[in-house]
């Protein structure tokens, strides 16, 4: 993300941003493109959630949640027995997902941490880094330095989501409404799927679980890749 992108971000999402997502996260009444958001991004989690449990392995599994938002990911990662380091640009974001973690048992909290750190500072080692709904925030320039220093993190997997630039969305979804509304202060960038794809297959990873969430508003395709060896 470039300098300025970044410092947009993290302004966004400490100011009107973080209000505007808390609301969209959270369970109160919101606007109908607003619930239609928050049942695409739960889909997404849900996705992620459903194909790591399915492998029968989290207790054994250290994972680095890159964007972790309101811990919406994180906190259930924990609770089904990961070790989860998670980060995100904004403090808010962050001291939010501390407060919601907090509910959990002393058990689930010893295996869930939470820093205030961007993309490009992430460092360590994990079995299965996962970033999900950020790279929309990242430029068709920037996106493939980014990737690669999250898949320099990972031992074994990468799980992104992004905003697929198709032709039918490009027709149907002008880039502002992934995030309508009279706050948006953020550009939002689609990537064609070919393009991550390649990206992955550089840094020596192959797909193994695709998904696709699609709502009235709300867009992401996921892509599970694990390293070779």
């Not at 493109?33 to 991004?41: S, T």
């Not at 950020?134 to 992004?162: C, G, N, P, W």
């Not at 550089?202 to 390293?227: C, H, K, P, Q």
Request: hydrophobic fraction near 35%.
């Amino acid at each position: 993300m470039n300098i300025n992108d970044k410092a947009i971000v993290k302004e966004y999402f400490n100011s009107t941003g973080f209000e505007r997502w808390r609301r969209i996260y959270g369970e109160g009444e919101v606007s109908k493109v607003q619930k239609d958001i928050r049942i695409g991004h739960q889909q997404t989690i849900d996705t992620v959630l459903d194909w790591l449990r399915a492998d029968g392995n989290l207790d054994e599994l250290t994972i680095c949640d890159a964007g972790c938002g309101v811990g919406s990911l994180a906190i259930p990662l924990a609770e089904s027995g990961a070790k989860v380091y998670a980060s995100d640009i904004s403090a808010k974001m962050v001291e939010e997902a501390k407060s919601k973690s907090s509910l959990l048992n002393q058990g689930y909290q010893d295996r869930l941490s939470f820093s205030v750190q961007d993309l490009e500072q992430l460092t360590g080692r994990y079995n299965t880094v996962i970033c999900l709904d950020v790279l929309i925030h990242y430029s068709q320039k920037d996106i493939a330095k980014m990737i690669s220093h999250l898949a320099e993190l990972s031992q074994d997997r990468l799980i992104l989501s992004f905003a697929p630039k198709t032709f039918y969305l490009t027709i149907l979804k002008k880039i502002g409404e992934f995030f309508p509304g009279p706050s948006k202060t953020t550009r939002a960038y689609q990537h064609p799927e070919q393009t991550i794809r390649e990206i992955l297959i550089d840094n020596n990873f192959a797909i193994n679980r695709t998904g696709m969430t699609s709502t009235s508003f709300y867009y992401s395709r996921i892509l599970e890749a694990v390293r070779h060896n």
